[in-house]
């Protein structure tokens, strides 16, 4: 499948929970997240085209005094996770403010999933 995001996804070590603001209902926890969207994973589908405001409780972060997050999206894709009761929920952010990207900025510097490659000893063949 052909990807379509316009920025890379960082995956996420803190599932913050999410919320429909005005809904006041839970929706489920961020999976990954860039400056355009998200994803979210929940036990309810949402349908695509949806639009809605959605509350994203923050992690501590150093110098932010933010506790949640409220971006007004639409959903771009909802599919059924590999774990068959849940819902993988993509979402684009409508309108993000300055604001609100350095405090998107911040949760992935603090909070982005890094694979480190193991720290191999190197091969004959790359000593030379």
């Known amino acids: 499948m052909q990807e379509r995001r316009k920025l ?13 603001l005005y ?3 839970l929706i489920g926890y961020l999976g990954d997240l860039n400056l355009i969207g998200a994803m979210v994973i929940g ?7 949806t639009k809605l405001t959605i ?7 150093p110098k932010v005094t933010a506790t949640r997050l409220a ?12 774990s068959p ?3 993988n929920i993509g979402m684009e952010f409508e ?6 990207k350095r405090i998107i900025e911040a949760v992935l510097e603090n909070y982005e999933f ?6 191999y000893p190197p091969r004959p063949s790359e000593l030379e």
């Open 8 to 20: 890379p996804r960082k995956d996420l070590m803190s599932y913050s929970q999410v919320f429909d």
């Open 23 to 25: 809904g006041g209902k």
């Open 43 to 49: 036990d309810e589908p949402l349908k695509v085209d």
């Open 55 to 61: 509350s994203i409780q923050l992690p501590e972060l």
């Open 71 to 82: 971006l007004p999206v639409h959903v771009v894709r909802c599919q059924q996770d590999l």
């Open 85 to 87: 009761e849940y819902f």
């Open 95 to 100: 309108l993000v403010t300055d604001e609100q």
């Open 114 to 119: 890094r694979r480190q490659p193991p720290n």
